[in-house]
């Protein structure tokens, strides 16, 4: 079964501080790997992506890294802001017709002022 | 514009009730979504419009009745609800069903309510 597994579950931080999110997946078909943030009552929001042929990408204060050996991936959050508390969500997207995303299970973000 | 548009925000229904949610993108995207989101948890698939076409159908009850009447549209006909079926209901939307570049956008849900 396709699978893409989150932690931590939820996670509390500083203002100022960084935040950390990894994901691991086992199916190797996967080719794009976004990330969501999701405020309550709001629709996700894709907030960046990376493809499996690079190892890090940056916007701003987010970053992704990417281990395609280890299957794993991860969001950094620099300088993390109160505005920053919600849902993120991994997620990994199929090389199939189907492209379907799955995603991991989510991190609620809570950053103290 | 990367806007999908969803409408109503907010609804309630009785289990005898027949209602209808709405989606709409104006983006060209041709490949559309339908997902529900319990609270706490992440999306979950229920239907994929490829071309106008039904291209995935999760093993979803027949009282969930989705139609895309155009490229821009999606619908999601709801009858004969159950209370466990009280969620967020998403649409989202991508350029196509292939490619890898591309991306799913998402609108900013309905939460329906089935008393």
């Known amino acids: 079964q396709q699978q893409v597994k989150q932690s931590p579950q939820s996670l509390i931080v500083q203002k100022g501080g960084i935040s950390i999110i990894n994901c691991a997946y086992e199916?190797?078909?996967?080719?794009?790997f976004p990330w969501y943030q999701q405020f309550p009552g709001k629709g996700p929001a894709l907030l960046i992506a990376i493809r499996p042929d690079v190892s890090e990408k940056k916007e701003g204060r987010f970053t992704i890294s990417f281990n395609k050996s280890a299957k794993q991936f991860s969001l950094h959050i620099m300088d993390s802001q109160p505005g920053d508390s919600a849902t993120y969500f991994c997620a990994a997207r199929s090389s199939g017709s189907a492209r379907q995303l799955t995603f991991g299970s989510g991190t609620q973000l809570t950053v103290l002022p | 514009d990367t806007e999908v548009t969803q409408t109503p925000k907010h609804l309630v229904m009785g289990m005898t009730n027949k209602k209808s949610l709405k989606c709409e993108q104006h983006?060209?995207?041709?490949?559309m979504y339908w997902y529900k989101q319990k609270a706490k948890k992440p999306p979950e698939l229920m239907f994929v419009y490829s071309y106008e076409k039904l291209s995935i159908n999760e093993s979803v009850p027949s009282r969930f009745s989705p139609e895309c009447p155009n490229s821009s549209l999606l619908n999601l006909h709801l009858h004969a609800l159950q209370p466990e079926d009280s969620a967020l209901y998403l649409c989202?939307?991508?350029?196509?069903?292939?490619?890898?570049?591309?991306?799913?956008?998402f609108g900013p849900g309905t939460r329906l309510l089935v008393l």
């Open positions: 983006m060209g995207h041709r490949a």
């Open positions: 989202a939307s991508s350029r196509s069903s292939g490619g890898w570049q591309e991306t799913q956008y």
């Open positions: 199916n190797t078909a996967f080719d794009y």
